[in-house]
């Protein structure tokens, strides 16, 4: 789907799942006809996962979280089903980490259809889909409106007011206590002839996109960019090749740089390292070329082959790392990039050329992440850590997936 389609659902249950390379909050909203929630009963999220006709299903990080709307058991006066997604990492924006709603059918699991947002940079949250019902007919629509305010900025536009902190104010002696709210950041309005509180409006759209495919042939990417490893209509890429070269900015100086890439599991678990001292891990699936001490030569320094149809369940994430075994820092090394090479072609797919140094001695390249449909991800990094080898590499991996 494209922002703004919409396709009739041709059964009454169908169930929302949304992913992406990082875990996600995920909830949804009742509205009226005038877009508004009646009550906390309408917003359904992890600490309230049961409303009218909506349920809330946690992956537990394994799996994608799901949102189940029965079109048959919504209540009269609601109209519209709306399904929201935020990284679970307070302040992470949605930039390079786009994520995929796919809309199912809940009986049988069989996909209806499928929408990612494009073009995120700042949004802190999303407004992925919405179910809605129109003339009498359920339909489902692609949204992909975001806010940069969070999940506060989607509550409050659907009429759920979000309490700041404030200094306490003397209750008046006729006051009735509030009622209890689902979550005590978020409360529906107490009374309608309360003022209500403005929309947020919706973060720009960045000016690049975030994903992109490999439909028209090789892709540069820029820092925090991701690419699909898809063809349109083309199988799913089995084997690539990860390419690392560098060059020493000052001849007469040997730099030794190793490439390194290791492999995680859905809990960010650290399930092995492929580099110099372990050339093949995982049985196999991922191989290392070997150590080159100095970067001198034209070509990939250092080549790491990863078996994608190969790979065990378990490992869902892949980060490719470079780092100064020799001690210099990155800031003396000219020309370092990486490049994703389909196997069986040698056809170069995707090249990221690191041109903003830092005086750091170890740097994450690029990652690759296994969506939920069997797909890869490869997104362009850059994030440099002070780290001389590759166990050094480990934590700051992890948490950047």
Known sequence: MTPGSNIPLPVSRVTVDVTAPVRLDVSSLLL??????????????????TGPGVTYRSGGGTAPDAITVDTAAVPPGIEKIVVTASPDAAGQSFQGIEPTATIRNAADNTVLASFTPPRLGTETALVIVEIYLRNGVWKARAVGQGYANGLAGIATDFGVSVEEPAPAAQPSPTAQPPAPAADPRFSAPQSP????????????????????????????????QTV?????????????????????A??????????????????????????????SIV????????????????????????????????????????????????????????RLI????????????????????????????????????????GNFVKSRTVRGMVKPAAESL
Not at 305 to 315: H, K, Y
Not at 353 to 360: G, K, R, S
Request: with cysteine; glycine share 12%; hydrophobic share 35%.
């Open 250 to 279: 000052f001849r007469g100086k040997d730099i030794d740089l190793d490439a390194s890439v290791i492999a995680y599991g859905p809990q960010r678990n650290h399930i092995d390292s492929c580099y110099f001292g372990k050339l």
């Open 193 to 224: 002839a309360a003022p209500p509180v403005p929309p947020m409006p919706p973060a720009p759209p960045a000016a690049a996109p975030g994903k992109i495919n490999l439909d028209k042939g090789r892709v540069s990417l820029q820092k925090n």
């Open 32 to 49: 009226t006809a005038d877009g508004k929630v009646r009550s906390d009963d309408d917003f359904i999220f992890y600490n309230q996962p």
């Open 342 to 381: 389909d196997a069986a072609s040698g056809e170069e797919l995707v090249r990221f050329d690191l041109t903003n140094a830092e005086a750091q001695t170890g740097v994450m390249m690029a990652k690759l992440i296994k969506q939920f449909s069997g797909e890869w991800d490869m997104t362009a990094m």
């Open 228 to 248: 699909s490893l898809v063809k349109g209509g083309a199988p799913l890429l089995s084997k690539v090749q990860m390419g690392l070269g560098w060059e020493p």
């Open 283 to 338: 049985n196999g699936a991922i191989k290392h070329s070997g150590d080159n001490l100095t970067g001198e030569g034209g070509g990939d320094d250092e080549v790491i082959t990863v078996d994608l149809g190969r790979l065990p369940q378990e490992v869902t994430g892949l980060v490719f790392t470079v780092n100064s075994f020799s001690g210099q820092k990155f800031t003396e090394v000219a020309k370092a990039y990486c």
